[in-house]
């Protein structure tokens, strides 16, 4: 889910788990599609820190 | 028959998955559970069951597979003769392994449907659902659950094992058969599942003769898990899987969908004039149809939320009710195709998540998107003569349709 609402941000590997794809710090263009990732991810499983 | 009228107290301790009023409008029951001061319900009912409807419980039970094992998933008990019958050991793996097999049977399958993977279905799945459309356009009215979604996955699904199309309509009935009247009719539960080993049995002998590059089959015949050859046991068993998971779960949701956008004119003049808002519109309305109820079996007894549970008891894991929770979604009841916030948990959460959500997607936006760019205009010839089947997987069954 996370790869669809933020592909610039996930991707998923060879089975399909999903994997990020920046290194480091996000980059502040990036912000808005990550914290879409987190609100449709139902596990809970993505957190952005601050 | 008939819970549409019936009282609280009797809701929730009498709840009937397979009631009328249950399959055909199960929102206002599941909302009166949700809402009410006991939003874990029990019922005497087909066995008895628990039925958890809040978004957070189902989703930490999902995630707690050590205590709410998958050892049973369908929505009633097994019945003995399938269980115990000369192919008793054919299951649907991984959705009913638990660890710690449960691991190498998802590994086993997860690169069939990994978002790459599936990808190369795009264009075939556009073509078959372009000529199934050339097939009934002229007439000016078709069935959009029998003539169109019932045929989509399952083409897929035979491509994908590598199986003739024209086991079609055989596949159709016999997962029809263990999953909707073999829940109610063991005897013919137990016939359409043989029919399915049997026929796979045959595959299975043929591939090993003449094993090809490109279907899953024969991909599964040289499947190695740990070190070690898989039986044929298992590899019936992922077969099984591929009719009863990838059939008509995604039927009935391409069937639920079209049935929505028969009598929303508004939503389908917005996917006109908006077509970015397609991937948040295919996840809304797998949020608000979502079609598959999953079950788990109690492994020892334990309390959740307040609720004294036995070991061996059955919990009915109801997506569609956590999907319209109004503690996580806004509006619920409201489809909105450009939803931003959607953690809906229309193919489950936890280990056991759908492991075939990507196809499943790509299915459902292929067969919308072909639709509305042919019939971009069309209605329900008469709302009251759609039928919907329920239980496991609800969707509409006959969904007439003019244009």
Known sequence: ?50 | MGMRNASLDEILNHYDIFDDDFVSDPFPLLDQIRESGCPIAHSDQNGGSWMPTRHAHIVAMAQTPEIFTSREVGVIELSPESREGPYGGVRVPPIDSDPPEHHGHRRAILPTFAPQAVAKYESITRDLCNRLIDGFIDNGTADAASDYAQRIPVRVISMILGVPFEMEDDFVDWVRGVLETGLIDREVGLQSRMKIITFFMQQIEDRRANPRDDDLISDLLRLEIDGQPVDDIFVLGACNLMLIAGIDTTWSAIGSSLWHLAHRADHRHQLRDRPDIWPTAVEELLRVYAPVTMARIVAHDTEFEGCPMHAGDRILMAFPAANRDPRVFESPDQVLLDRENNRHVAFGAGIHRCAGSNLARLELRVALQVWMERIPEFELIDPADVTWKGGQVRGPRRCMVRF
């Open chain 1, 1 to 50: 889910m996370c790869a669809i609402a933020a592909p610039e941000v996930f991707g998923s590997d060879e089975i399909g788990n999903a994997v990020v794809l920046v290194e480091g710090d996000l980059p502040r263009e990036l912000e808005a599609a990550a914290r879409r990732a987190e609100g449709n991810c139902p596990e809970r499983a993505i957190e952005i820190r601050e």
